[in-house]
Nanobody, 123 residues
Framework: QVQLVESGGGLVQAGGSLRLSCAAS????????MGWYRQAPGKQRELVAG???????DYADSVKGRFTISRDTATGTVYLQMNSLKSDDTAVYSC?????????????????WGQGTQVTVSS
């Protein structure tokens, strides 16, 4: 199993910044990709930003130029730097990882989620 623990959410005024962190732990053989998703009340969950094991990044159009995803492969931690926050960014942000877990000689793919962290942007 893989555990993902998020931190860094909170309340911020419009135009402000927050940095989210997500630390992965467990019987991890390799993390292939990590990403941040968000879900606002009454809306579907959407991909905010993703990063592959090779460092290739992808962003939702709504956050391009404002958010930056990065990853520390040594610690298995992914970050989301959020700048110029808007009220529309208010949501629960969840970390996701596609990983191979190791049990003995076996390798098992899986998709894992963190518990989510609330980001609230006041206008």
């Amino acid at each position: 199993q893989v555990q993902l623990v998020e931190s860094g959410g909170g309340l911020v005024q419009a135009g402000g910044s927050l940095r989210l962190s997500c630390a992965a732990s467990g019987s991890i053989f390799r993390i292939n990709a990590m990403g941040w998703y968000r879900q606002a009340p009454g809306k579907q969950r959407e991909l905010v930003a993703g990063i592959t094991g090779d460092g290739v990044t992808d962003y939702a159009d709504s956050v391009k130029g404002r958010f930056t995803i990065s990853r520390d492969t040594a610690t298995g931690t992914v970050y989301l730097q959020m700048n110029s926050l808007k009220s529309d960014d208010t949501a629960v942000y969840s970390c996701n990882a596609e990983a191979l877990t190791a049990y003995g000689s076996g390798r098992y793919p899986g998709n894992y989620w963190g518990q989510g962290t609330q980001v609230t942007v006041s206008s």
